[in-house]
């Protein structure tokens, strides 16, 4: 979502080291106060050189340097949207905000906090609708 909002690149296009390189940047950037930014930066764009990401390690710098040169460093979507809100808020996939079962009981959007509790289930599957299905 954050890596969205910064890059022109659409997100199928960037190669998978680089985004995972920039998803740890931007942790760094906006959830690990005891880091700097700058050595955020710099360590993301070494680790793209280590990789031998050389064209990825400008688009990397620019990214993150957009990011902590920025006021609001990212905006949560609308919540009259709730499943991509809860998506982006608590870095779970859509579909299971959408059409999350426990059993044969649906829960509500609202009610999936998957990230900041401990899961209930041991095994999930897929049911014919693309809803995910818990099984306890």
Not at 37 to 54: G, P, R
Not at 111 to 132: D, W
Request: hydrophobic share 35%.
């Amino acid at each position: 979502y954050i890596i969205r909002s910064y890059s022109k690149i659409p997100l199928r296009k960037i190669e998978t080291k680089t985004k995972n390189i920039l998803r740890l940047g931007i942790l760094q950037l906006l959830f690990m106060d005891k880091v700097p930014d700058s050595a955020a930066v710099n360590e993301s764009v070494n680790l793209a050189k280590k990789h031998k990401l050389q064209k990825s390690s400008g688009f990397i710098n620019g990214i993150l340097r957009n990011i902590t040169r920025a006021e609001d460093k990212y905006t949560l979507p609308d919540e009259k949207d709730r499943a991509r809100y809860l998506s982006v808020k608590y870095s779970v996939p859509e579909n299971i905000h959408r059409c999350a079962k426990i059993g044969s009981v649906r829960i509500s959007p609202a009610k999936v906090n998957l990230a900041s509790e401990k899961p209930v289930f041991r095994t999930y599957r897929k049911c014919g609708h693309g809803c995910i299905i818990l099984m306890l």
